[in-house]
T-cell receptor, first 114, second 112 residues
Framework: GAVVSQHPSWVICKSGTSVKIECRSL??????MFWYRQFPKQSLMLMAT?????????EQGVEKDKFLINHASLTLSTLTVTSAHPEDSSFYIC??????????FGPGTRLTVL | GQQLNQSPQSMFIQEGEDVSMNCTSS?????WLWYKQDPGEGPVLLIA?????ELTSNGRLTAQFGITRKDSFLNISASIPSDVGIYFC????????????FGKGTRLHILP
């Protein structure tokens, strides 16, 4: 099956710094990737839809200036959490797929902001 | 907005028992998906359902797409320790712009 990777798998940073998370589709091309956030014991919450070659589409309530998304190629999307604060600590998961209903998820990135 | 009600929220069962969980919604979905998530990992797709009434199996897992298109259930037969995890249902509408909506998950615990 299709493989999606994320890097890093976990990161700890100081409050006020920025963190970049990469999402790669390893064996297929993805014009669209999705970024989710998951708090402990909660479900996945869609943050934004990343579109190759164009601006990302953000869900209501998600600050686009805080969560910068860049989908520069058909196999790579990046999420940058700018000026991170402790409340941004979460599990960030990306997904990609050839069709809308066949989404393959990455292994997630655990972000801890001190 | 669209919401999925997934139940039960958690289950504690003995190894070897069968498991059943379900999702309901007030909205109609064209696709129902069931995922499993292990701790610290991303969700893995278990079963995808595309047609009302469809019953699909994947090993010991069986899922059905409800006739009304507003519900789906997942059964696991003869549970084993590696079935432990969180199971999420997800629904997808028929519009091109529709996004996958996730249920809140069912946590499966297997007692020794």
């Amino acid at each position: 099956g299709a493989v999606v990777s994320q890097h890093p798998s976990w990161v700890i940073c100081k409050s006020g710094t920025s963190v970049k998370i990469e999402c790669r589709s390893l064996d297929f091309q993805a014009t669209t990737m999705f970024w989710y956030r998951q708090f402990p014991k909660q479900s996945l919450m869609l943050m934004a839809t990343s579109n190759e070659g164009s601006k990302a589409t953000y869900e209501q309530g998600v600050e686009k200036d805080k969560f910068l998304i860049n989908h520069a190629s058909l196999t790579l999307s990046t999420l940058t959490v700018t000026s991170a604060h402790p409340e941004d600590s979460s599990f960030y998961i990306c997904s990609a797929g050839g069709t809308r209903d066949t989404q393959y998820f990455g292994p997630g990135t655990r972000l801890t902001v001190l | 907005g669209q919401q999925l009600n997934q139940s039960p929220q958690s289950m504690f069962i003995q190894e070897g028992e069968d498991v059943s969980m379900n999702c309901t919604s007030s909205s109609i979905f064209n696709t129902w998906l069931w995922y499993k998530q292990d701790p610290g990992e991303g969700p893995v797709l278990l079963i995808a359902l595309y047609k009302a009434g469809e019953l699909t199996s994947n090993g010991r897992l069986t899922a059905q797409f409800g006739i009304t298109r507003k519900d789906s259930f997942l059964n696991i037969s003869a549970s084993i320790p590696s079935d432990v995890g969180i199971y999420f249902c997800a629904g997808l509408g028929g519009s091109r712009d529709d996004k996958i909506i996730f249920g809140k998950g069912t946590r499966l615990h297997i007692l020794p």
